[in-house]
């Protein structure tokens, strides 16, 4: 049962931008790790990017590094991930997710967060 709700997807040409949001006000466990999964038709889920809660400190596939920025609003109620310069390989639905953790550990394994959003479809074309 989705907990988490996305919003921002959309069809987009390559080149574009486009920002997703995730309301994570549902979140409010300060020690959370919060992140964006993509999932393209045919292939498994894939990180994305992620954020902790309490320290704001991010990490991202080396895939999209330098392209996207995952971050939170000042209430960290609602999560983002900006997209530029999208390219037709980014084309997914993509899903926000959120897991309590006190280990600081990177989170990059789907099966690693237990809560979930219904995702959003992006679609960029060439």
């Known amino acids: 049962q989705a907990q988490l709700v996305e919003s921002g997807g959309g069809l987009v040409q390559a080149g574009d931008s486009l920002r997703l949001s995730c309301d994570v006000s549902f979140v409010t466990f300060s020690n959370a790790v919060m992140g964006w999964f993509r999932q393209a038709p045919g292939k498994e889920r894939e990180y994305v990017a992620s954020?902790?809660?309490?320290?704001?400190?991010?990490n991202y596939a080396a895939s999209v590094k330098g392209r996207f920025t995952i971050s939170t609003d000042n209430a960290k109620t609602l999560m983002y991930l900006q997209m530029n310069s999208l390219k037709p390989e980014d084309t997914a639905v993509y899903y926000c997710?959120?897991?309590?953790?006190?280990?600081?550990?990177?989170?990059?394994?789907?099966?690693?967060?237990?809560?979930w959003g219904q995702g959003t479809q992006v679609t960029v074309s060439s």
């Open positions: 997710a959120a897991k309590w953790d006190l280990t600081g550990r990177q989170l990059l394994r789907p099966e690693e967060y237990d809560i």
């Open positions: 954020i902790r809660r309490r320290t704001l400190t991010t």
